[in-house]
């Protein structure tokens, strides 16, 4: 028992740290903050451009959903850590945006805006850094597992499977 009591403070004490710390990661954000107009306008202006594939828009679309849906990782009303997990999700979703457009395309966006690669590239660079580096691997190899979801479904048919059972009578459709 006594044992346990002391593993359970060390246990909190370590989970506070790690919120505190996480808080302070967070804090280098602020300078960005001041460019998330011209990061705004940057991604509205990449929405825009047919060169971009609607599977990328369709995954800021779905960003948005999470950001304004009801339903959260985390509850909205669990002060700090209900809104970190949006800021988590839109900041991952952004970058998973970013990384399947050409640098050719982001450049010619980011010169259009008068915003320098440099400061850009710095600027992704720091937003990395806060996102937990479990969370960074598994968002890193997000791409090649859904890609190989995709021709898992397509090779299996799934999906005129699906629609069969969804056209049969009595079917929820």
């Given amino acids: 028992p006594a044992g346990q009591a002391r593993g359970t403070g060390r246990a909190r004490r370590s989970r506070r740290g790690a919120i505190i710390g ?54 909205d009303r669990v002060p700090v850590l209900g809104v970190l997990d949006d800021v988590v999700v839109g900041v991952l979703g952004v970058e998973l945006f970013l990384s399947g457009i050409s640098s050719e395309l982001i450049d010619e966006k980011l010169d259009r805006l008068g915003i320098p690669r440099a400061a850009f590239d710095e600027d992704r660079a720091r937003v990395r850094r806060t996102i937990p580096r479990p969370v960074r691997r598994i968002v890193k190899r997000l791409p090649a597992m859904l890609d190989t979801a995709g021709r898992a479904t397509r090779d299996l048919e799934l999906g005129r499977h699906v629609r069969g059972w969804l056209t049969k009578e009595g079917s929820p459709a």
């Fill in 22 to 75: 996480r808080s302070l990661t967070t804090l280098t954000l602020l300078p960005l903050a001041s460019r998330l107009p011209s990061y705004a306008r940057l991604v509205v202006d990449l929405l825009a451009d047919e060169r971009v594939s609607v599977a990328r828009k369709a995954l800021l679309a779905g960003i948005v959903a999470y950001a304004v849906s009801p339903l959260d990782l985390i509850p």
